[in-house]
């Protein structure tokens, strides 16, 4: 998002003058401060604070309040996968070959067979084998199998979830993008391009697509984008349908002479696998006869009969969930979803993963009467519960020291790193963010000043201040949590 040097200096200072903690001033008074502010007046807000020994409430307002939580709703599901999957389940992705292997000849088909595993080959995840490493393994483990031409076709099987990566409420303006990527049963580099643009000089021209990296090809993109002022920042959204093949690019970039970067969604991630994989043995002297498909392009037909040649495993589920609410990934959040469903015996689908999450709560006996569920994410407009129901959750997990270490912590880590520096809350305050437009959240758990281990929830739906002011007054309010 573009920021202003006023805006940031705005933000910076409002936040100083927020966090700076008045002793004559009750958290409870911080509270009512920025509820009763003008700007906010048409604004939902619900905020609870709890203490975490006793459950009593210290403070709130409208803590029953159904709202929109945003990626908030990350700590309830990367909580159930925790406890329904456990901290060690790794997902594992499968190379195997139908037919048989005649004087170097392979009479049969690779398939990549996908185990849900969202961070295959992500070029973001620390550990983990880039594109390139991974297609290598892939190319040595067929030469392993004594094969030097495939008679056949490499085909991505996404199977393992089904077709609905994307849940069926999500915006068409997030779809495009890497952030609204759906999960499958064969996800691959987190499921995302980076689409570089060259920046025109004039003011309304159209930027110039200069290609993706990788390549995605078959992907046919339509552009629609114009020239916007100097520092108007990244305004260009990319309109597509997942499984299909064509893309519009909408929007503004501002003005300039340089490469301009956004990132889209790859449409068919199975579809892709393939295609990276076969063009890869071809360029290494394995040639392969038939053009690569997807289990949704040849028709459902899936070996019966195969011989493994590769099983690849995935991080940890823990440093999966540490990814997810560090750098609130919603891939890795509707993987797990999905997994969490698939592993209660529903169908392959996010619904029955978001059923399966309403069980495990109300398992827990927690109160779920505020709650609706659409997505693992919290990227869908209709998620919604309280924050009663949040610091309920909270409560429940405190003990849970692994899955709290995966929280952002203010002044240090993910979208905390530069909140609340230089305050007493710095290092002393973990919690999740959550943002959709005209949405903001905040999560988590605090050491307050006077000892108390506290959880809270503060939510804000349906603002129409500048989002930087409200963020400002948020850690304000932030602050006063820690400060009591």
């Not at 803590?63 to 990350?74: D, F, H, R, V, W």
């Not at 580099?189 to 990296?213: A, C, F």
Request: with cysteine; glycine share 12%.
């Amino acid at each position: 998002m573009y920021r202003t040097v006023i805006g940031v200096l705005v933000m910076v200072g409002l936040c100083a003058q927020s966090v700076g903690l008045r002793a004559q001033t009750t958290l409870a008074e911080r509270i009512a401060e920025f509820v009763d502010r003008p700007e906010l007046a048409g604004a939902s807000i619900g905020i609870d604070v709890i203490d975490l020994a006793t459950g009593e409430r210290v403070a709130s307002h409208a803590a029953e309040q159904a709202l929109i939580p945003a990626s908030t709703l990350k700590l309830v599901t990367t909580a159930a996968a925790y406890d329904v999957l456990g901290p060690d389940h790794r997902f594992t992705t499968e190379l195997v070959m139908t037919g048989t292997v005649v004087d170097g000849t392979l009479r049969g088909d690779l398939y990549i067979v996908g185990g849900g595993d969202p961070s295959l080959a992500s070029p973001y995840m620390n550990g983990v084998p880039r594109l390139p490493a991974l297609l290598e393994r892939w190319r040595a483990a067929v030469a392993r199998a004594g094969i030097r031409r495939i008679e056949g076709r490499v085909v991505g099987d996404a199977s393992y979830f089904g077709t609905d990566g994307a849940a069926a409420d999500w915006p068409w303006s997030d779809l495009g993008n890497y952030y609204g990527a759906g999960a499958y049963g064969l996800n691959i580099h987190e499921n995302s391009y980076s689409l570089d643009l060259i920046q025109r000089s004039t003011l309304g021209t159209p930027p110039v697509i200069k290609g993706t990296r990788p390549e995605m090809k078959g992907l046919v993109l339509i552009n629609e984008l114009t020239s916007g002022p100097k520092g108007s920042g990244d305004q260009a959204y990319i309109y597509a349908a997942p499984l299909d093949d064509r893309a519009v690019v909408r929007g503004s970039i501002p003005v300039g002479t340089k490469r301009f970067t956004i990132r889209g969604s790859i449409p068919e991630p199975a579809l892709y696998a393939a295609r990276a994989l076969s063009e890869y043995l071809e360029a290494e002297g394995i040639s392969v006869s038939l053009p690569p498909e997807s289990d949704r392009t040849v028709g459902g037909v899936r070996f019966s009969q195969y011989q493994s040649l590769d099983v690849y495993t995935s991080p940890t589920l823990l440093q999966l969930i540490e990814r997810t609410n560090m750098r609130s990934n919603n891939l890795y959040a509707e993987a797990m979803l999905r997994e969490i469903g698939k592993a209660r015996g529903g169908a392959l689908n996010q619904a029955t993963g978001a059923q399966a999450i309403r069980d495990w709560l109300a398992e827990r006996g927690l109160p779920t009467a505020s709650l609706h569920l659409v997505d693992g994410s919290g990227l869908g407009p209709r998620n919604f519960f309280s924050p009663s129901f949040m610091t309920a959750l909270l409560r429940d997990q405190s003990a849970n020291t692994a899955w709290r270490s995966t929280l952002p912590v203010a002044g240090r880590s993910g979208s905390l790193k530069y909140r609340l520096r230089g305050t007493g809350a710095e290092g002393r305050l973990s919690a999740k963010s959550g943002s959709l437009h005209a949405v903001r959240c905040y999560a988590g758990y605090t050491t307050a000043r006077d000892g108390r281990e506290l959880a809270f929830a503060v939510m804000v739906n349906n603002y129409t201040v500048d989002g930087l002011v409200l963020r400002g007054w948020l850690m304000g309010v932030l602050g006063g949590i820690w400060g009591g």
